[in-house]
Each structure stands twice: as C-alpha cells, then as structure tokens.
C-alpha cells in the first residue's frame, strides 16, 4: 500500500467520524428535547462536563480507535502496519493520560487481538468475494462482524466506565454505565 491510498483510507476515515459525529449530535439533541431537565438521563450527559481535560482526552482517544476498528471493519480493508500503529498509539494514549498504566499489557493486547479480527473479516471477505461463494462463510464473516461490534462497544463502555468512577468528586454521585 503507497502513501497515496494510506492518505486517501486516512480521509475517508476522517469523513466517516464527521458523519458519525454530526448523526450522533443530531440523536443527543432529538433526545435532550424529550427529557426533562432534572432527569436522571440529563445528569449522564452533564457527567461528561465535569470531567477534566485527560480524562475527556482519554475518552476521545477511546472512541476514535472505536470508530477506526469499526470503519476499518465495514470498509473490509485489510489491516496494515499503520492502521495497527495508529490503534495502539490511541490505546496508549487513552491509558497514559489517566496513568492507568497497570491495564496498558491488557489493553494493548485486546487492541492486537481486535487488529487479528478485522484482518480475519477481510480474508474471509476477500475469500467469498474473489474465490468461492460458501453461504457458511458468508454466516461466519456477518458473526464475526457482530462480535467486533458488541466486543468493541463493550470496551468504549469500559473505558468511559473506569475513567468516570476513577474521579473521586464523582464517585460521590453514584455514576456508572
């Protein structure tokens, strides 16, 4: 892969996260119409503002490399060496900022083995699609799909659950995910 189509997949990626940026902009405000100002599911959106500047860093570097694994999964690319740097130079971020430092082994690896996953997804999509049809594998590749999904949402959730009862003003408030 040459500079050129590293660029390009870099710029479809960053077009991707606007498009999701501005529909979930869009779905926060359709839901903030709806909810009264002294609900409980208004403190959960206000729990992000009194966080401080890592944590909210951490959290941005959280699901950044969520939407990378996931573009990275939809578009079938096959995963390179600059698509694994850049999700380990997020998942190090994410846990350096807020010095978690004894789960950065544990998150790296789970980074590695969600690269192993995507790189599995495109052999089985490059399989079907140039070599031989099998409705099996076409059943294997949508359920693998799906565990990238669940697995990776489950991991941004996880995040943004340990950074959020890390703080100590918060823990008073009984916040969690």
């Known amino acids: 892969m040459n500079h050129n189509e590293i660029q390009n997949e870099l710029l479809y990626f960053s077009i991707a996260a606007i498009l999701f940026i501005i529909v979930l902009a869009i779905i926060f405000r359709l839901f903030s119409k709806k909810l009264?100002?002294?609900s409980k599911n208004v403190e959960f959106y206000g729990l992000l503002l009194n966080l401080n500047t890592p944590s909210l860093i951490s959290i941005s570097a959280s699901t950044i490399e969520y939407l990378f694994i996931?573009?990275?999964t939809i578009s079938?690319?096959?995963?390179?060496?600059?698509?694994?740097?850049v999700i380990l130079i997020l998942v190090i971020l994410s846990d350096a900022i807020v010095d978690n430092f004894k789960?950065?082994?544990?998150?790296?690896?789970?980074?590695?083995?969600?690269?192993?996953?995507?790189?599995?997804?495109?052999?089985?999509?490059?399989?079907?699609s140039k070599e031989q049809?099998?409705?099996?594998?076409?059943?294997?590749?949508?359920?693998?799909?799906?565990?990238?999904?669940?697995?990776?949402?489950?991991?941004?959730?996880?995040?943004?659950n340990n950074i959020v009862v890390k703080h100590k003003y918060l823990k008073k408030k009984n916040y969690t995910l």
């Not at 079938?76 to 740097?85: L, V």
């Not at 690896?109 to 790189?119: K, R, S, Y």
């Open 103 to 128: 789960k950065l082994p544990i998150s790296i690896t789970l980074a590695l083995i969600n690269c192993g996953a995507v790189h599995i997804v495109y052999l089985l999509y490059d399989y079907i």
């Open 70 to 72: 996931v573009f990275c």
């Open 133 to 160: 049809f099998s409705y099996l594998l076409l059943i294997i590749l949508f359920l693998v799909i799906i565990f990238i999904f669940l697995y990776d949402t489950y991991n941004l959730f996880r995040t943004i």
């Open 76 to 85: 079938f690319r096959d995963i390179n060496i600059i698509y694994i740097a």
């Open 36 to 38: 009264k100002f002294n």
